[in-house]
């Protein structure tokens, strides 16, 4: 199974300061048609999960372009530019490469100074 | 818009069954796979199963192979999970989602297992 490894685990950030969350695959995350299926999810305090991002860097709709994703093979980052007091919450990158099964790193608590 | 909503959930006994069940509007429910995703209490999320466009394949995680089945029934826009054998770490909120990354979500039902 691919093991996906997020760092660090807590995140605190002052209001309108850049936050930056890394996210590691055990292996390249490249499928066999170049596609690379890493994919972002924002869990807001008793709200379920929302994609925030999908194939590294495409951002869904409604989603605010202070989020940007980037990276490549095992290395992959999600940004927020200037941090809001909405964006408290905790994400997750999740693979979805080489399943099943699935898999989510551990989440990064967000949370405001 | 796209609307995803769980229901089955509750609490149930050690070596008992559930099935939930996820009704899904807003979108074309025949074109989309479906899978179910989990979250025990005050940890991260899962993925449970999947299952393609017509029912005829079905993917689960290996912990819950041969207990559970995931099912879907087209003409009622409707995603099944049938769970037998429930132990108590299978205790979570059960989210149905859409498509192959999760694009939407559903509000969850919580299921618990305990005596």
């Known amino acids: 199974d691919v093991v996906m490894t997020q760092s660090p685990l807590s995140l605190p950030v002052t209001l309108g300061q850049p936050a930056s969350i890394s996210c590691r695959s055990s292996q390249s995350l490249v499928s066999s048609d170049g596609n690379t299926l890493l994919s972002w999810f924002q869990q807001r305090p008793g709200q379920s999960p929302r994609r925030l991002l999908y194939r590294v860097s495409n951002r869904d709709s409604g989603v605010p372009d202070r989020f940007s994703g980037s990276g490549s093979g095992t290395d992959f980052t999600l940004k927020i530019s200037r941090v809001e007091a909405e964006d408290v919450g905790i994400y997750y990158c999740m693979q979805g490469t080489h399943w099943p099964p699935f898999t989510f790193g551990q989440g990064t608590k967000v949370e405001i100074k | ?115």
């Open chain 2, 1 to 115: 818009e796209v609307h995803l909503v769980e229901s089955g959930g509750g609490l149930v006994q050690p070596g008992g069954s559930l099935r939930l069940s996820c009704a899904a509007s807003g979108f074309t429910f025949s074109g989309s796979w479906m899978s179910w995703v989990r979250q025990a209490p005050g940890k991260g999320l899962e993925w449970v199963a999947n299952i393609n466009l017509d029912g005829s394949e079905k993917y689960y995680v290996e912990s819950v192979k041969g207990r559970f089945s995931i099912s879907r029934d087209n003409a009622k826009n409707s995603l099944y999970l049938q769970m037998n054998s429930l132990r108590a770490e299978d205790t979570a909120v059960y989210y149905c989602a859409r498509g192959w990354t999760y694009e939407s979500w559903g509000q969850g039902t919580l299921v618990t297992v305990s005596s």
